[in-house]
């Protein structure tokens, strides 16, 4: 059974970072992709990032703009996301997930997910 961790989550002002982590246990074939999803307080949970494992090619949502990047630790199975310049709107609980049948920003296609991890910016 896949299991995914997310940690680093926080409170931060606006503008500030945070540095996301997602540890994979159980995992007996390494999987393709994972990607970054989140979900504000009423509203559908949305794709943040997207990453390829195999090729290390990231694929973002629009409203990141360049403010966060995604990461891999092969060694380790994990991945991270560290965020820039977060603003309120940044503000959810922020999930991992993996086992896509389609690596995008389609919760729908991802068959295991993380606790979450609650990030929240404010001032």
């Known amino acids: 059974q896949v299991h995914l961790m997310e940690t680093g989550g926080g409170s931060v002002q606006p503008g500030g970072s945070l540095k996301l982590s997602c540890a994979a246990s159980g995992v007996t074939v390494r999987p393709s992709c994972m990607a970054w999803f989140r979900q504000a307080p009423g509203k559908a949970r949305e794709g943040v990032v997207r990453l390829d494992l195999d090729t290390n090619t990231p694929f973002y949502a629009s409203f990141v703009n360049g403010r966060f990047a995604v990461s891999q630790d092969f060694a380790k199975n994990m991945i991270y996301l560290q965020m820039n310049n977060l603003k309120p709107g940044d503000t959810g609980i922020y999930y991992c997930?993996?086992?896509?049948?389609?690596?995008?920003?389609?919760?729908?296609?991802?068959?295991?997910w993380g606790q979450g991890t609650q990030v929240t910016v404010s001032s």
């Open positions: 997930a993996t086992g896509a049948t389609v690596c995008g920003l389609t919760d729908r296609f991802y068959s295991y």
